[in-house]
Nanobody, 115 residues
Framework: QVELVESGGGLVQPGGSLRLSCAAS????????MGWYRQAPGNQRELVAI???????GYADSVKGRFTISRDNAKNTVYLQMNSLKPEDTAVYFC?????????WGKGTLVTVSS
């Protein structure tokens, strides 16, 4: 049973930075894709960034140039470095793990960008 645990959310001022972490445990297989999604109040969950076990990445247009996704395969951990944060980045951020057979979500971590 794969489990994902996110950490690193919090309150930050506009223009600030945060780094989210997601630790995966319990039967991790490759190849896989891990990623970050977010859901703001009243909105649908949306893709933020993804990274494959081979290191290929993809980003939503709204975060390109500001956010960077990375992973440490030895630790089964994925990171999201978020710079130049804007109020519209405020959301619950969810970690995701996907293989051909599994699609697993974390419980989410809240990021609030406000002065």
């Amino acid at each position: 049973q794969v489990e994902l645990v996110e950490s690193g959310g919090g309150l930050v001022q506009p223009g600030g930075s945060l780094r989210l972490s997601c630790a995966a445990s319990g039967g991790i297989f490759s190849p896989n894709t891990m990623g970050w999604y977010r859901q703001a109040p009243g909105n649908q969950r949306e893709l933020v960034a993804i990274i494959t076990s081979g290191g290929s990445t993809g980003y939503a247009d709204s975060v390109k140039g500001r956010f960077t996704i990375s992973r440490d395969n030895a630790k089964n951990t994925v990171y999201l470095q978020m710079n130049s944060l804007k109020p519209e980045d405020t959301a619950v951020y969810f970690c995701n793990y996907q293989t051909v057979f599994r699609n697993v979500w974390g419980k989410g971590t809240l990021v609030t960008v406000s002065s």
